[in-house]
Nanobody, 125 residues
Framework: QVQLVESGGGLVQAGASLRLSCAASGWTFRDLRMAWFRQAPGKERSLVTQVNWSGTNTYYADSVKGRFTISRDNDKNVVNLQLNSLKPEDTAVYYC??????????????????WGQGTQVTVSS
């Protein structure tokens, strides 16, 4: 089993930055593909970004490309999400997710086996 714990959410104004962190335990972190999803009220959970086990391959949703950056530290069992130039439409609960990495991009929540509890990001205009 893998346990994921997010931190770093909060309330900020448009244009500000936040850094989310997800700490993993209970499995070999470097075997995992890691992702961040988000879910706004009344909307489905959607993929924000993902990174492969080594950190060498990333994917970003078009809505966050150029503003958000995912990174991981396999020695510390942590994956981070840097959120810059935040917009009100970025307001959502952000979830860290993981699955065994088979080298394939995975886009849907159902493709991930491990989930954190979520952290709220609220961006005011």
């Amino acid at each position: 089993q893998v346990q994921l714990v997010e931190s770093g959410g909060g309330l900020v104004q448009a244009g500000a930055s936040l850094r989310l962190s997800c700490a993993a335990s209970g499995w070999t972190f470097r075997d995992l593909r890691m992702a961040w999803f988000r879910q706004a009220p009344g909307k489905e959970r959607s993929l924000v970004t993902q990174v492969n086990w080594s950190g060498t391959n990333t994917y970003y949703a078009d809505s966050v490309k150029g503003r958000f950056t995912i990174s991981r530290d396999n020695d510390k069992n942590v994956v981070n999400l840097q959120l810059n130039s935040l917009k009100p439409e970025d307001t959502a609960v952000y979830y860290c997710a993981g699955r065994r990495d088979d080298g394939t991009l995975r886009f849907t929540p159902g493709a991930y086996d491990y989930w954190g509890q979520g952290t709220q990001v609220t961006v005011s205009s």
